[in-house]
């Protein structure tokens, strides 16, 4: 059965640092989007993405933030300069055009240190 | 942003029994999802709601979609102790992209 990819499964940076998320749709979805969570908390909404922009996005993502889709399949979560406040599983979902189920990646834990 | 308020926040209950929870918002939604979560991995789709009214099984899981649209419930049947997890509902609104989740029913089965 597809499933959306992400790596890396951990990510370890030091505050300040920049890190690139990765995450690999499944194939034909339109939509993509990432999210985080929090240890103990509940998803957060950072970005959705459709037709090679940016269609939504939540507070959380602010300058330092941004995303790409740089070659039709990848699709990564850039974090310039990251902060402690950062640190969370970051979670990659993708849905088909046509109707609304969205599918989740197994997520990226980032530790800022 | 949305809030989406589930209940209960927590469950312990013993295996074989059925479970209810639910999720409330104070806006119209079009679409309400239900995910499973266990520790450290990603929400894993349980089911898909399109309509209000609409009543959906996934095995020993029914979902419904509440008839206000501000609502939708999650039942377990016959639990059993691989149902532990975090249960999230997830809803989007007419429009946008964005879905928003609930705040999370932590289900834990005593065996």
């Known amino acids: 059965e597809p499933e959306v990819t992400q790596t890396p499964s951990h990510q370890v940076t030091q505050m300040g640092q920049e890190v690139i998320l990765r995450c690999v749709p499944i194939s034909n979805h339109l939509y993509f989007y990432w999210y985080r969570q929090i240890l103990g908390q509940k998803v957060e909404f950072l970005v959705s993405f459709y037709n090679n922009e940016i269609s939504e996005k939540s507070e959380i993502f602010d300058d330092q933030f941004s995303v790409e889709r740089p070659d039709g399949s990848n699709f990564t979560l850039k974090i310039r300069s990251t902060k402690l406040e950062d640190s969370a599983m970051y979670f990659c979902a993708s849905r088909p055009g046509v109707n609304e189920k969205l599918f989740f990646g197994s997520g990226t834990q980032l530790s800022v240190l | 942003g949305q809030q989406l308020n589930q209940s209960p926040q927590s469950m312990f209950i013993q295996e074989g029994e059925d479970v209810s929870m639910n999720c409330t918002s104070s806006?119209?939604?079009?679409?309400w999802l239900w995910y499973k979560q266990d520790p450290g991995e990603g929400p894993v789709l349980l089911i898909a709601?399109?309509?209000?009214?609409e009543l959906t099984s996934n095995g020993r899981l029914t979902a419904q979609f509440g008839i206000t649209r501000k609502d939708s419930f999650l039942n377990i049947s016959a639990s059993i102790p691989s149902d532990v997890g975090i249960y999230f509902c997830a809803g989007r609104l007419l429009t946008g992209n964005q879905f928003y989740f609930g705040t999370g029913t932590s289900l834990t089965v005593i065996p």
């Open positions: 709601l399109y309509k209000a009214g």
């Open positions: 806006s119209i939604f079009n679409t």
